[in-house]
């Protein structure tokens, strides 16, 4: 059964930075695509960024830029690092594991940015 669990969130204030991490068990880590996912309140689940088994990234466009996704996978980890927060990226902040095996998400992180 593969588990996964967020850390790392917390506040900042606009133009601060967090990085948030994401660790995985259970499965095969590197033969798995990684994301982060963020959910305002009120709004659908959108999709932060991706890093795949083979490294290659994907960013949305909001966070393009700011954001920077990184997987280890001897430690079986992937992070996300976040400069210049924007009001607007205050969220939930949830991992997603993907592969043949299936598809598996974590508790969620708070990230709040804010003055």
């Known amino acids: 059964q593969v588990q996964l669990v967020e850390s790392g969130g917390g506040s900042a204030q606009p133009g601060g930075s967090l990085r948030i991490f994401c660790a995985a068990s259970?499965?095969?880590?590197?033969?798995?695509?990684m994301a982060w996912y963020r959910q305002a309140p009120g709004l659908q689940r959108e999709l932060v960024a991706v890093?795949?088994?083979?490294?290659?990234?994907t960013y949305a466009d909001s966070v393009m830029g700011r954001f920077t996704i990184a997987r280890d996978d001897a430690l079986n980890t992937v992070n996300l690092q976040m400069n210049n927060l924007k009001p607007e990226d205050t969220a939930t902040y949830y991992c997603?594991?993907?592969?043949?095996?299936?598809?598996?998400w974590g508790q969620g992180t708070q990230v709040t940015v804010s003055s």
């Open positions: 997603k594991q993907s592969s043949w095996r299936g598809t598996y």
């Open positions: 890093i795949m088994s083979d490294g290659t990234i």
């Open positions: 259970g499965g095969l880590f590197s033969s798995t695509n």
